[in-house]
């Protein structure tokens, strides 16, 4: 079963950038969607941005010109580089696959999250 494992979260200061990165413990098809979420507590989990198999990338209005997501489909990673970070960035953030030519549970993956946190 293929895993997804984040890291790079931590506590910022309003204004600063983090990279955030996450790598899958197997190999991922170069067709799945890649993307990021957040969640806050008491808060449904929300897209922050997903980057497609061309390299096309979605943004949530939140964060759009702010936030930059990549994937190396060599290294199966995507990553997300929040930048000119505010306080209402402050969230879990889990990393997310939609493999759709795997089934059951291999076909939507998350990982464990890495929380941001923003100081004013």
């Known amino acids: 079963q293929v895993q997804l494992v984040e890291s790079g979260g931590g506590l910022v200061q309003a204004g600063g950038s983090l990279r955030l990165s996450c790598v899958a413990s197997?190999?991922?098809?170069?067709?799945?969607?890649m993307g990021w979420y957040r969640q806050i507590p008491g808060n449904e989990r929300v897209l922050v941005a997903r980057?497609?198999?061309?390299?096309?990338?979605d943004y949530a209005a939140a964060v759009k010109g702010r936030f930059t997501i990549s994937r190396d489909n060599a290294k199966n990673a995507v990553y997300l580089k929040p930048n000119d970070l505010k306080p209402e960035d402050k969230a879990v953030y889990y990393c997310?696959?939609?493999?759709?030519?795997?089934?059951?549970?291999?076909?939507?993956?998350w990982g464990q999250g890495t929380q941001v946190t923003v100081s004013s």
């Open positions: 997310n696959v939609f493999n759709p030519a795997a089934m059951g549970t291999q076909r939507r993956l």
């Open positions: 197997g190999s991922i098809p170069s067709s799945a969607v």
């Open positions: 980057v497609s198999a061309t390299g096309g990338a």
